[in-house]
């Protein structure tokens, strides 16, 4: 096969695992409008705060404790199946499973403390912690991120796809069930768990069709022999467990900060102007999980000049998606921020311009994390991300003693503009060297 072959055959998988992924959140960004939408006008401004507090409680915890599995099997799992060894391949999801197992059960203990402070400080009535507490306990247990990472390995994104848009589905159900019956945040609280839940089932069951047999109880019972068997496993999944930290968990806290600083209103402010913003960051989020696989195969196989044709090609793709984003976002922020939330809304459309531009440089370097990752430079990625953590929370403590609430829209626009720049020159740095580095 020739090089000009290979490196179109990297590009074309990634743009067809990135359609499947988009197919699937077409769907569910459709209904995450309406569902947000019935979530805002229901729960007011004071409810929906209480809500945006309890939710964001519950993901920076899952992120503290998460390994993000799913990596880690893409990393480590590409080299078994090109030597077809299926016993190895299932210690491996073996012990992801117990990473992620594991954090579960460790951050049930974080959230029991957690929301025992922050109750308090946040004004949350007893009934409310409570409620609070069971949907941390859910979110966390709702394990499937080594079955997504599996899906992956074997380019099942379609299948993937389809059960992810389980969430956006129940979610939607679930909404129209508590506008019905319980309009109250606990009620919400319930749809939104139920819809992990059931996600976490379909995720698994997913896996259990496309592998069949393939991951048999009395190997995946033996994981504990997988970091004899991948060399520097502990390394990258810590390496990614703090990634996962200062990056998801942290953008989280920036909700929990400004809920603490100006109240539960503003948070929900903040929550739903971030959420729509998000539209720009599921696209990033999507082509960065669908171009790891192929830059670690291409790692895998010494493949240098292709991995520096697809980030310069997906860097290319990146930069005119965001443009057509950014676009959209100036011309029908501000109506979709109406049809959603209603007139009352309309003061978080500042939040929603700063961050939707953070979003659209996030997008930008899309492909550089995964690149980073893919190519054994895992402690990069997560100096960059240390970076951007500091720059961002120093930002938060200049700003919105100011300008309250619109400092922390800023404070994460300035955070990805440093991210960006930090990452790209990382990544030059990585795929300019004649080798590859050694695995972390």
């Known amino acids: 096969m020739t090089t000009v072959a290979r490196e179109d055959g990297l590009l074309s998988r990634t743009l067809a695992n990135l359609a499947w992924l988009l197919a699937g959140k077409g769907v569910g960004a459709v209904l995450s409008l309406i569902y947000l939408g019935l979530a805002v006008r229901t729960l007011k401004s004071q409810g929906f705060g209480q809500f945006t507090l309890v939710f964001g409680t519950a993901q920076a915890i899952a992120a503290v404790v998460s390994f993000q599995t799913w990596q880690i099997v893409i990393r480590y799992g590409v080299n078994h199946i090109a030597t077809r060894d299926t016993g190895a391949l299932a210690r491996l999801a073996g012990f992801c499973i117990g990473l992620d197992v594991g954090?579960?059960?460790?951050?049930?203990?974080?959230?029991?403390?957690?929301?025992?402070?922050?109750?308090?400080?946040?004004?949350?009535?007893?009934?409310?912690?409570?409620?609070?507490?069971?949907?941390?306990?859910?979110?966390?247990?709702?394990?499937?991120?080594?079955?997504?990472?599996?899906?992956?390995?074997?380019?099942?994104?379609?299948?993937?796809?389809?059960?992810?848009?389980?969430?956006?589905?129940?979610?939607?159900?679930?909404?129209?069930?508590?506008?019905?019956?319980?309009?109250?945040?606990t009620g919400f609280l319930l749809a939104w768990a139920i819809a992990d839940i059931i996600t976490a089932i379909a995720y698994w069951v997913c896996v259990a069709k496309v592998m069949p047999g393939a991951l048999p109880v009395a190997q995946l019972r033996q994981g504990w022999r997988a970091p004899v068997e991948n060399p520097g496993i502990w390394r990258f999944a810590w390496l990614t467990n703090l990634n996962s930290i200062i990056g998801t968990g942290c953008n989280n806290m920036v909700v929990i900060v400004v809920g603490l600083a100006t109240g539960a209103a503003d948070a929900g402010?903040?929550?739903?102007?971030?959420?729509?913003?998000?539209?720009l960051v599921r696209v990033s989020e999507m082509f960065s999980r669908a171009v790891l696989p192929e830059l670690a195969r291409a790692h895998a196989s010494q493949a240098l000049d292709s991995i520096r044709m697809l980030l310069r090609k997906s860097t290319g793709l990146a930069l005119g998606a965001t443009l057509a984003l950014a676009l959209a976002l100036a011309a029908f922020g501000r109506p979709v921020l109406h049809l959603v939330a209603g007139h009352d809304y309309l003061a978080?459309?500042?939040?929603?311009?700063?961050?939707?531009?953070?979003?659209?440089?996030?997008?930008?370097?899309?492909?550089?994390?995964?690149?980073?990752?893919?190519?054994?430079?895992?402690?990069?990625?997560?100096?960059?991300?240390?970076?951007?953590?500091?720059?961002?929370?120093a930002a938060l403590g200049l700003l919105m003693p100011r300008i309250g609430i619109k400092g922390a829209a800023w404070s994460m626009l300035i955070s990805s503009a440093v991210g960006l720049a930090l990452s790209g020159l990382a990544v030059w740095r990585a795929i300019a060297k004649k080798k590859p580095a050694r695995p972390q």
């Open 269 to 279: 402010h903040y929550r739903l102007a971030y959420q729509l913003s998000q539209a």
């Open 348 to 393: 978080a459309f500042p939040l929603l311009v700063a961050l939707g531009i953070a979003a659209s440089l996030d997008l930008i370097g899309v492909s550089f994390e995964p690149a980073l990752l893919a190519t054994g430079h895992a402690g990069q990625a997560l100096k960059v991300r240390l970076v951007r953590t500091f720059i961002l929370f």
């Open 103 to 185: 954090s579960a059960v460790a951050g049930c203990f974080i959230a029991w403390g957690g929301v025992a402070l922050l109750g308090p400080l946040l004004g949350w009535p007893e009934g409310l912690s409570h409620a609070a507490l069971a949907f941390c306990f859910v979110m966390l247990l709702s394990v499937r991120s080594t079955a997504v990472g599996l899906l992956r390995l074997h380019d099942r994104f379609g299948v993937g796809a389809m059960a992810d848009a389980v969430t956006p589905v129940a979610r939607f159900i679930g909404a129209l069930a508590a506008v019905l019956w319980d309009r109250t945040v």
